[in-house]
């Protein structure tokens, strides 16, 4: 574990050590799952576009039907 000094405002310092006292944790504890859940989800993100951006693009009319026209797409009438 590498050790890191961090600075906070006296407000959130206050709410940070009564949050981790809730949770019956570390405020450094609590700092490092924080920090770790938005690597991980970064790291997710990163890895799905990549896994999206190399598929082979497709035709959204892949049966090669024409497009619908303007009015067709935003007709109601079933709506109203």
Same mark, same amino acid.
């Given at each position: 574990?590498?050790?890191?000094?961090?600075?906070?405002?006296?407000?959130? =310092?206050?709410?940070? +050590?009564?949050?981790? =006292?809730?949770?019956?944790?570390?405020?450094?504890?609590?700092?490092?799952?924080l920090l770790?859940? @938005?690597? +991980?989800? @970064?790291?997710?993100?990163?890895?799905?576009?990549? @896994?999206?951006?190399?598929?082979?693009?497709? $035709?959204?009319? =892949?049966?090669?039907?024409?497009? $619908?026209?303007?009015?067709?797409?935003?007709? +109601?009438?079933?709506?109203?």
């Amino acid at each position: 574990m590498k050790n890191v000094t961090v600075t906070l405002d006296e407000e959130v =310092a206050r709410w940070a +050590r009564v949050r981790a =006292a809730e949770l019956d944790i570390s405020v450094s504890r609590m700092l490092g799952d924080l920090l770790q859940e @938005q690597m +991980r989800r @970064q790291v997710t993100y990163q890895t799905e576009m990549r @896994q999206f951006l190399v598929r082979e693009r497709r $035709p959204l009319n =892949a049966d090669g039907s024409a497009y $619908p026209s303007r009015d067709e797409l935003h007709d +109601r009438t079933n709506l109203r």
